[in-house]
T-cell receptor, first 114, second 112 residues
Framework: DQQVKQNSPSLSVQEGRISILNCDYT??????FLWYKKYPAEGPTFLIS?????DKNEDGRFTVFLNKSAKHLSLHIVPSQPGDSAVYFC?????????????FGQGTRLTINP | KAGVTQTPRYLIKTRGQQVTLSCSPI?????VSWYQQTPGQGLQFLFE???????NKGNFPGRFSGRQFSNSRSEMNVSTLELGDSALYLC???????????FGSGTRLTVV
C-alpha cells in the first residue's frame, strides 16, 4: 500500500526551462509535505515544505503547490539548471500523529540537458 | 556548521551476524530518525528518538532496534542479519518539522 506515489520515474528538461515534478498521496491524515533532492552516495537534502493550510510555498527557484482536494502536490523549478540533475523525493507526514515519520515516494530522476 | 555524521560509511557483514550503526546529529537537534533505502522499497522509516525515548516505530521486525544517548547521538542495531538487510541506512536529525529533516550520507550495509 503505497501512500505516497511519484508516478514518473524520470524526467528530462532543457536547461533554463521549467521542471515540474508531481506527487500524489492517498492518506487523508497527511498534513505536511516535504521535497528532497538526492545525489548518488549522499543523503537526501531538504528543499522545501508546505503545510496543508497553504496551497503554495516559494523559496527562490523552487515552488511547491498543494491541491488538497486532489491529494496532489507538485514541485516547480524555474529556471532549471544542470546542478538540479538528481533524484527528487516527495515525503508526507501527519502532524496530528506526531510528525516523526516521513512517508516517501519512490522518487523521480530529473535530468537537466544543456 | 557540522552536518549529520554517520559511521561507518561502508560495512560488509555475513548472514547471521549483528551490526551497530552510529549517528551523530547536528548540535542542538534532539530528534533523530532512521530510514532504510533499498532499490525495491525506496526510503522506509525505521524509528525516531527524542530525548532518549522512541516516539515512533516503522514496520520492521524486532531484529531492528535503536537507542539514543543523553547527548542525542543514536545507534541502531540489526541482529541476525539477512541478505535482504543489505541497504543504505540513513539517519536524520531535526529541530522542528518546518525546518525539515537533515540527513546524513548514510551507511551502506552489504550482507553476504
Amino acid at each position: 500500500d503505497q501512500q505516497v506515489k511519484q508516478n514518473s520515474p524520470s524526467l528530462s528538461v532543457q536547461e533554463g526551462r521549467i521542471s515540474i515534478l508531481n506527487c500524489d498521496y492517498t492518506n487523508s491524515m497527511f498534513d505536511y509535505f516535504l521535497w528532497y533532492k538526492k545525489y548518488p552516495a549522499e543523503g537526501p537534502t531538504f528543499l522545501i515544505s508546505i503545510s496543508s493550510i497553504k496551497d503554495k510555498n516559494e523559496d527562490g527557484r523552487f515552488t511547491v503547490f498543494l491541491n488538497k482536494s486532489a491529494k496532489h502536490l507538485s514541485l516547480h523549478i524555474v529556471p532549471s539548471q544542470p546542478g538540479d540533475s538528481a533524484v527528487y523525493f516527495c515525503a508526507a507526514t501527519s502532524q496530528v500523529a506526531g510528525a516523526q515519520k516521513l512517508v516517501f515516494g519512490q522518487g523521480t530522476r530529473l535530468t537537466i540537458n544543456p | 556548521k557540522a552536518g549529520v555524521t554517520q559511521t561507518p560509511r561502508y560495512l560488509i557483514k555475513t548472514r547471521g551476524q549483528q551490526v551497530t550503526l552510529s549517528c551523530s546529529p547536528i548540535s542542538g537537534h534532539r530528534s533523530v530518525s532512521w530510514y532504510q533505502q533499498t532499490p525495491g522499497q525506496g526510503l522506509q522509516f525505521l524509528f525516531e528518538y527524542f530525548s532518549e525515548t522512541q516516539r515512533n516505530k516503522g514496520n520492521f521486525p524486532g531484529r531492528f532496534s535503536g537507542r539514543q544517548f543523553s547527548n542525542s547521538r543514536s545507534e541502531m542495531n540489526v541482529s541476525t542479519l539477512e541478505l535482504g538487510d543489505s541497504a543504505l541506512y540513513l539517519c536524520a536529525s531535526s529541530r522542528g518539522l518546518s525546518y525539515g529533516y537533515t540527513f546524513g550520507s548514510g551507511t551502506r550495509l552489504t550482507v553476504v
